[in-house]
């Protein structure tokens, strides 16, 4: 694979899995790299209750897909309107990427406090 190979990454963070889905773009078309998959914790009922262990979830997703297609998750693009995703434990997110960018398509988290953090924040729609 090139050095300079696109790479896109999927999160999907449900009540009964929690998965990431890792791609790059080659000649036009997406390919599989690796995938992660985990059972869920920290719901109830469709609902985030414990975002410890929500967050420990999705880490663990991540990691497991960033072994298997042997490539870095280098940012994090929230794109929900669950307002329990503005209480995630960004400072540890920040220590998970390689870049520390958020890409906000809801405009649900508070772009001050991250970039205070020392996130790049994008809202779409704001800037």
Not at 36 to 47: A, F, I, L, M
Not at 84 to 109: A, Q, S, Y
Request: hydrophobic residues 40%; contains cysteine.
């Amino acid at each position: 694979m090139p050095d300079k190979t696109e790479i896109a990454v999927g999160l999907d963070a449900g009540s009964a899995q929690t998965r990431c889905l890792i791609l790059a773009m080659e000649d036009g078309r997406l390919a599989y790299l690796g995938h992660g998959e985990v059972e869920s914790t920290g719901w109830s009922k469709s609902r985030v209750v414990d975002q410890k262990a929500l967050t420990a979830c999705v880490q663990s997703a991540v990691r497991r897909a960033e072994m298997e297609a042997r490539v870095p998750v280098d940012a994090l693009v929230v794109g929900t309107g669950w307002p329990e995703f503005r209480t995630l434990d960004f400072n540890k997110i920040k220590h998970l990427l390689k870049r520390p960018l958020i890409v906000d398509t809801k405009n649900l988290l508070d772009s001050s406090r991250l970039r205070a953090l020392g996130f790049q924040y994008v809202g779409i729609g704001r800037g």
